[in-house]
């Protein structure tokens, strides 16, 4: 099987503008999270899906960050409008059912805002 | 609130020498407990996990964890690194239908 695919691993934005960040989750997992990674605050939840419903929005990242699933197989993260304390790697990550606890993760995509 | 620590950001050992990783975590109740290691420019990858029964679990790569109830903690160690043992780590906590939480990671470094 495929694993957790992201597109695009790397995206360069000026300030201002609005990306949208794209997941592909492995086949038949019914959960999906998007985390922010930085050295600094390490990863931090900005969303997470069960079977395409939102479960948790991070409370902190509601006023710019979006994130929706589509259908079970795709998922975005749009920020709009970016700012440079935006630049970070995101993770998109699935999980088969809710009892097994343990992620699968894509390789991330890497953002910089200048 | 549920909390995940891991006390040390960087730890640097020889190559060899032995390794422990210390995690703390605060939950109502026992979770379940992970070890991811990233290595650079990768995803997370699972080393091991902890759901119950026996407090020491093994995992990949020569690496194992034990469980403490009483301290709150899940310990990440490994008798001998290698250099290419140099990653990130990272013990994450989670109960089922629930979001993960993770710890802000440690950077490991081997010298060889």
């Known amino acids: 099987d495929a694993g957790v695919t992201q597109t695009p691993r790397h995206e360069v934005a000026e300030k201002g503008q609005t990306i949208i960040l794209k997941c592909e989750p492995v086949?038949?997992?019914?959960?999906l999270f998007w985390y922010r990674q930085t050295k600094i605050q390490g990863l931090e939840l900005l969303s997470y899906?069960?079977?395409?419903?939102?479960?948790?929005d991070g409370g902190a990242f509601k006023d710019r960050f979006k994130a929706e699933m589509l259908n079970s197989s795709f998922s975005t993260l749009k920020i709009q409008p970016t700012e440079p304390k935006d630049s970070a790697v995101y993770l998109c990550a699935s999980r088969p059912t809710a009892n097994t606890g343990q992620l699968y993760f894509g390789e991330g995509s890497k953002l910089t805002v200048l | 609130a549920q909390s995940v620590t891991q006390p040390d950001a960087r730890v640097t050992v020889s190559e060899g020498a032995s390794l422990q990783l210390r995690c703390k975590y605060s939950y109502s109740g026992t979770p379940y407990l992970f070890w991811y290691v990233q290595y650079q420019r990768q995803g997370l990858q699972l080393l091991l996990k902890?759901?119950?029964?026996?407090?020491v679990v093994q995992g990949v790569n020569g690496f194992e964890a034990e469980f403490s109830k009483s301290d709150s903690s899940f310990h990440l160690r490994k008798a001998s690194v290698h250099w290419s043992d140099s990653a990130v780590y990272f013990c994450?906590?989670?109960?089922?239908?629930?979001?993960?939480?993770f710890g802000k990671g440690t950077h490991l470094h081997v010298l060889p």
């Open positions: 902890y759901y119950s029964g026996d407090p």
């Open positions: 899906f069960r079977s395409k419903s939102l479960m948790e």
């Open positions: 994450a906590a989670s109960r089922i239908a629930y979001k993960v939480i």
């Open positions: 086949s038949g997992h019914n959960d």
